[in-house]
């Protein structure tokens, strides 16, 4: 009997949702119906849960009511609800005043309404609950009465002191950014932190390029270095040079100012013509090349390997290989935000699925690659309130410009991602978590984590909507080698770049040497004892204790071996829009 061979996806169902995805900036409309039905037919299936949400309503009216009353005797009376902690719309104290009270009282009543409305309805898949929890949160969101001219108390007492300067200025600050956006050119103020000028300027040499990698071996500023170089590898959704921003906060200038020789892996921009490039192309031109350099440079010497974000899933992917192939080549291991298990990946995954796998295949097929509208998109969507509607506040309503950062012109800075490894990397790590499975395999044959024996440093942070630092944790199921574990305060970026002397900044560090039990978080977490300051002195003990006496730094590159220097850093890779 001959066996149906699966169709091939047709080509014009390819283009109407490559159509699509522009207009929808990536999200899938099927995914968002899918979600919606789910919720809404077992919504009108649970008579118990409609009566809950009738009763909740009823009871909000009459607290908002009591509120109201309260409130006409006595303007000093506590609110009848406080924002969650990081709202910070309602904070200017003329939101006190009446009837501005009343306003984003009644709106923050309506929003925990929704919340108790989209969540908790029996039947629902867990993914499609939060999908439609995270969506009525954005319609909400937009809907604030902090986003409108007529309920913004701050907005109408600025528009009178200015005498309507301020939104004369906010629709100038509009339209330059309308055209620059149209234009395909980077957000006001990035042009005072270019890469090799004024960010990205540590000293060194790009030592080695292929048609996906730059290498750059950093020149050392001390007399004499550790024998173990360190490999950074960062990932290629975004620019290597938020590990080496200005020289103040260059965690690059940090680790050769330890004494250290510091290598780092620039990604190329990928184009249209890179659409074929797989994550195999990425672990073996990528990683593995640049070890092999580092190793040809440094030579007897092992290397202590660092991966951020992707670059690190690509690095413990690196190390079970090399462990699987009994190649004693890594030193070290630091994975700093970093999942290995995408079963719980935070609210990212709410874009993921398999009709959004689908839906952004095709899109990717149309074009090449992933663009950088689809993935800023989405971060945005993940912190709308910051990153979007207050955004439009103060610099359209209030016509005051947030003075650009060297963080935020590098978050401007995007990277594209070919067609083949994105559509791979969603399917095989997102989907089928097959790394985590014991599934993945590298030329062929699987590779498994827990075969990775060499010292592991893990840094997650506390508000990291990216890698959540309970996913983060879950590398201590995998592995029973010596692992540190760091949990970090601040979010996916700001968590990493965390100089010492920065106020406000502590962290909680334990070590679990080889063999003992597993922990759960919230048990390590409510015994790990906080510690006031960076995180990176922390490591650099670490990193000391691991290490052997100082040496002779090495050359720069190995021009008889191949590794000629091929200009100064940062290189050209980076500069590629």
Known sequence: MQLDVPDVPNGLDRLFHATMGRLTAGPSPAALWLAFADWSIHLGQSPGKCQQLVEKDFRKAVRFGNYAVRLASD??????????????????????????????????????????????????????????????????????????????????????????????????????????????????????????????????????????????????????????????????????YILDLSPRNSLVRHLV?????????????????????????????????????????????????????????????????????????????????????????????????????????????????????????????????????????????????????????WNADTTRMPYRMHSEYLRRLFLSNDLFEGRYEVDGRPVALRDIHAPLFVVAAERDHVAPWRSVFKINLMNDTDITFLLTTGGHNAGILSEPGRAGRSFRMTRRPAGTRYVDPDSWSAAAPPREGSWWAAWVDWLDELSGAPVEPPAVGAPAKGYASLGPAPGRYVLER
Request: overall charge negative; some cysteine; aromatic content about 8%.
């Open 257 to 409: 100012d330890a004494g250290y020789s510091v290598f780092m892996i620039s990604w190329h921009n990928p184009t249209g013509q890179d659409r074929d490039l797989a994550l195999n192309d990425y672990l073996h031109l990528g990683i593995l090349d640049a070890l092999a350099a580092v190793r040809t440079i440094v030579p007897d010497a092992r290397v202590n390997a660092l991966g951020y974000c992707l670059g690190g899933t690509l690095l413990a992917i690196a190390a079970a290989y090399l462990a699987r192939e009994e190649r004693n080549e890594l030193h070290s291991i630091t994975l700093l935000a970093v999942q290995t298990d995408f079963a719980d990946a935070g609210e990212l995954s709410l874009f993921i699925d398999e009709s959004q796998v689908d839906y952004l295949e095709d899109l990717m097929w149309e074009q090449g690659y992933l663009g950088t509208r689809q993935m800023s998109g989405a971060f945005q969507l993940l912190r709308s309130n910051d990153l979007i509607w207050s955004r439009i506040v103060r610099h359209y309503l209030l016509g005051r410009r947030t003075p650009m950062t060297d963080l935020m012109a």
């Open 75 to 240: 303007p000093a009376c506590p609110s009848c609800i406080e924002p969650l902690s990081q709202d910070d719309r309602f904070r200017d104290p003329l939101w006190r005043e009446t009837p501005f009270n009343l306003i984003h009282q009644g709106f923050l009543l309506h929003q925990q309404w929704w919340h108790c409305g989209t969540t908790g309805v029996g039947g629902v898949s867990r993914h499609h609950e939060q999908l439609v929890s995270f969506m009525v949160r954005q319609g909400l969101d937009m809907l604030s009465p902090s986003n409108f001219i007529a309920m913004n108390p701050e907005v109408l007492a600025t528009t009178v002191r200015e005498g309507g300067l301020n939104l004369l200025h906010g629709g100038a600050n509009a339209w330059v950014d309308w055209e620059r956006l149209s234009g395909g050119k980077p957000p006001a103020g990035t042009e005072a932190f270019r890469p090799g000028e004024t960010v990205a300027v540590t000293r060194g040499e790009v030592v080695m390029r292929n048609r996906l990698i730059e290498l750059i071996q950093y020149a050392p500023t001390t007399g004499r270095v550790h024998p173990e170089p360190i490999l950074i590898v960062p990932a290629w959704i975004m620019k290597f």
